[in-house]
Every structure is written in C-alpha cells, then in structure tokens.
C-alpha cells in the first residue's frame, strides 16, 4: 500500500523522499499549477513563497543548529539548498527557482513516487500526510474542519514577541496578577507616564510591514496589532493590553501608569510572551520601539510578533508525538499547518511525519527525536498543553535543559542525540 501525501511543498517534499529512499511507495498530490494558493506563483514543488533565506548556518543559531540536525537525518530539502545556495553572509540563501527546480526534478525522477497534479477535495483512505500548508485549499479546509472541529482550525497568527528570561531586568518588573498580588502568573513591566508617552509615541510612528490582500482580514477578528490600536488614541491602550488596574507594584504599593504583561512561555522560564503584543512593526522596529520598555531595555528576542494568514490546526489537542490524528490511526500532519513557523521547520515536520507514516505501516512504535534537540523541541513544542497555541519557529528556548551558559555543550548533545536517534529508527526500518 502506497503512503498518500497531499501537498507538494516543504513539508509534502521531504516526506516523500524520506519515505521513498527507504524503499517505498509514495502517491504526492500537489493541486498547483492547475489550482493555485494567494501566495505561490509557479507550479514547481517545493516553492518558496516569500524570502529566499533558509536563515542563520551558524551552529550556535538554534536555526543552524536545526539544519545541521537536518543535514544529519539527510534532508532533501537542507540538501538541496546547501547545492543550489548563493551568497548571503551568516544566513543560507538560495537561488530561489533553482531550488525548487532542483527538488522538482529528484521528485519527479523517484521511481518510487507518484506525482499527481490535482486538488484534493477530501481526505483520502489509507495512510495519509497532510501537508497543505498555511495555504491549504478552501475544499479541503472544510474537510479538515469536519475532522478535527471547528474550534481546533485557526487561520491566522497573531503572534506577540517572545523575550529571551535571561535578558529581562526584572530589578524594574514585578509578579502579580490583576487583584492577585500572591500570584505569579504574570511578570510586569511597569511605566511611568513619561515613559508611556515616549513609548506611545514611538510606537503609532514607527515602521510597520504592509499586509497583503489576502491578509487583511485579521483586522476584524478582534486581534488588532499594537500600533492599529494604539493609533485610536493616547488612553487606548490604557484600557487594553497595558492596563494596570488591580496590579500593585510592591516596590511602590501602588498601581503604576502603564503595565506591559509578559507571560512565561515554559515552565522554566527560559521564554516570556509580551500579552496582546501582536503586530505588524518590522522586526527592527519592534526591537527599537519594545526595548523602551525599562524592564525589556535589553530584551533579547526568541520570535518577533507578527499577523498574518496561517491555517493551522489546534496540534497540542489533536496531535500525538507521532504527529498523527488522536483517534484516527493513519492520518498524519506535517508542515506549518501543524503549528511550527518558518521553511525549515515546516520541512522537520515533513521529514519526522514522512518517517513516523512508514513506522506505522511497518508496525514500529515511532519515538521522536530527544526534546534536547531541535527536532524534537519542535515536535514537543506542537503536542504538548498549551494555554494559547500560537505557532513557533526554532529558538533554543524551547528545547529541554537549555541553559545559555552551556550553550556549546547543549549543541554537541543535540547532534550527537539526533545521530543516536537516526541510526536506531534506520535499524529498526531496515529489519522490518
Ligand atoms: C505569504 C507567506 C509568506 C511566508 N514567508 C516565509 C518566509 O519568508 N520565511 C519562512 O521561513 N517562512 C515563511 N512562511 C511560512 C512557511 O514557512 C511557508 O509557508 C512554508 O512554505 C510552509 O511549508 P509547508 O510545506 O507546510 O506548506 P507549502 O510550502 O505552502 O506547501 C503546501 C502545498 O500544498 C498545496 N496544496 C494546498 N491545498 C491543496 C489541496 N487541497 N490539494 C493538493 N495540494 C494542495 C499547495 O499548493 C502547496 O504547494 C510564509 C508563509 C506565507 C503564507
């Protein structure tokens, strides 16, 4: 029986070649360029569809630490950028349509892989991947809505930046929740009103990135960037996102004028989420403009806040660690649409649900990656309870144990655990 994959992208790409080299059959439907998404403009595979960086090689970046991961578990999709690569400093930029050129071509010259150009409507019988991208067709979103509810289906990010623990100067924050001055749910970064004024008015004047038109629609589902709302008025975000009322600084017992509340990421505290932050700022502004915060002066950024057009599903509730459907042995996701972020994390999903699918029709119990390395972060990240689910990129905060202080340690135990890791599910494959 022949492993269905629907989407010929990053993640559809990967997976296909990862199960096709160990020797079986793979049907790759891919709808383009018949039918086409807002954003893809050719029909090849693997299409990059904005930015032609792969961003950071350098190990000690968790984003060249998750390629060489990658480059270990041999890739398609890092192989062929590293082959078609040009220029571009410390980060991996690749001539774009010779990329996707590439891949096409060993796709299409796999005997093992059947490419069929046609958009699939429903979910096919059988061991499937679903790996349809933030873009997924609107017949086949309907579908998945059916299979996974409506509530676990999200088609936008609003993501507000995470802050690096250990640059935060919590000499200038303080714990509390509203009307709860025992509680440390939330750290709080308070401003005096002189401070909020030169932080309001950097902010309503600061660079922001255009949307496009398929994106605009966020602006009516209630989750307006920072600087939309803050352009309504000087008091709007006194009354919104940086409210004080009910949060009493101890150091002064009294409320302060202004409040931005960072909420802890993982439990140890290596990541903190700035609370209704999401927005539309370049990256560099929202640094310049963020770390006017006195508590966030040299915050370190893990992810940028950002808003755009994303189909993703509700992964900790309907993911297990294999990234297949709870209850529905058979059905995989991979890709962005599983809640990761970025072109070589979508395409680590493709890889992992490319091998987890074979597992399952060979009868293996499939084990990810240790959560020590990035692979295995992403993958933890995604099934693991969450209280607001928003899609994440690779960063080191998110993988088990990381300590800044031992940084080089935490790489050399990564690649060395990812090797453990590929040598056994390879024996495993190879004996089944
Ligand atoms: C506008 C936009 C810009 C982005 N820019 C960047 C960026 O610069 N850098 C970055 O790292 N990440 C970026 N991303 C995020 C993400 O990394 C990419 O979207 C990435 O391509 C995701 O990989 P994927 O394999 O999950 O999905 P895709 O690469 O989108 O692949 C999904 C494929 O499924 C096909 N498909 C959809 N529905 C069906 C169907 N019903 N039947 C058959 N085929 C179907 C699509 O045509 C597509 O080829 C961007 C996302 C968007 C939406």
């Known amino acids: ?206 660079e922001r990135v255009e949307l496009r038109p398929f994106e605009k629609t966020p602006y009516f589902e209630g989750c307006l960037p920072i600087e939309v709302m803050a352009g309504r008025g000087r008091q709007t975000l006194l009354f919104g996102p940086m409210k004080p009322v009910g949060l009493i600084d101890r150091r002064t017992n009294r409320e302060p004028f202004a409040v931005v509340q960072l909420r802890r990421e993982d439990s140890q505290g290596n990541m903190y989420n700035m609370v209704g932050f999401q927005t539309k700022l370049t990256y560099r502004e929202q640094e310049r403009v963020f770390r006017l915060i006195p508590a966030l002066r040299n915050a370190h950024f893990l992810r940028y806040g950002s808003i755009h057009r994303n189909t993703y599903i509700n992964s900790p509730v309907l993911l297990n660690k294999k990234l297949g459907l709870k209850g529905r042995e058979g059905i995989f996701f991979a890709g962005q649409i599983t809640g990761v972020e970025g072109y070589t994390e979508s395409s680590a999903m493709g890889l992992l649900a490319g091998i987890s699918s074979l597992c399952l029709l060979k009868g293996i119990e499939f084990a990810p990656p240790p959560p020590e390395t990035c692979m295995g972060a992403l993958v933890d990240y995604i099934t693991e309870e969450k209280r607001d689910f928003q899609p994440m990129n690779i960063n080191f905060g998110i993988l088990r144990g990381y300590n800044k202080r031992r940084k080089n340690m935490v790489i050399d135990e990564a690649l060395s655990l990812i090797s453990q890791w590929h040598e056994k599910i390879n024996q495993q494959l190879d004996r089944a």
């Open 1 to 206: 029986m022949e492993i269905k994959i629907i989407g010929g992208g990053l993640a559809g790409a990967e997976a296909a070649y990862q199960i096709a080299k160990r020797g079986h059959k793979v049907i790759l439907y891919e709808m383009r360029p018949e039918v086409t998404t807002p954003a893809h403009k050719t029909g090849f595979l693997s299409e990059l569809v904005c930015s032609n960086s792969l961003k950071s090689k350098e190990l000690t970046n968790a984003h060249g630490l998750l390629k060489q991961e990658m480059r270990i578990l041999d890739s398609l999709i890092i192989n062929t950028a590293d082959s078609t690569s040009i220029p571009g400093g410390k980060a991996l930029v690749v001539d774009r349509e010779g990329f996707s050129r590439s891949i096409t071509e060993k796709i299409y010259t796999n005997s093992l892989i059947e490419v069929k150009r046609e958009e699939v409507r429903d979910i096919p019988q059988g061991i499937v991947i679903l790996a349809t991208g933030p873009l997924t067709s609107d017949s086949l979103t309907d579908k998945i809505k059916a299979l996974t509810g409506q509530d676990n289906l999200f088609f936008f990010d609003a993501i507000s930046p995470i802050i690096e623990g250990d640059s935060i100067d919590f000499e200038n924050a303080f714990f509390s929740s509203r009307y709860r001055q025992d509680s440390d749910d939330y750290l709080n970064c308070p401003l005096t009103e002189e401070e909020y004024d030169i932080f309001y008015n950097t902010l309503v004047t600061a």
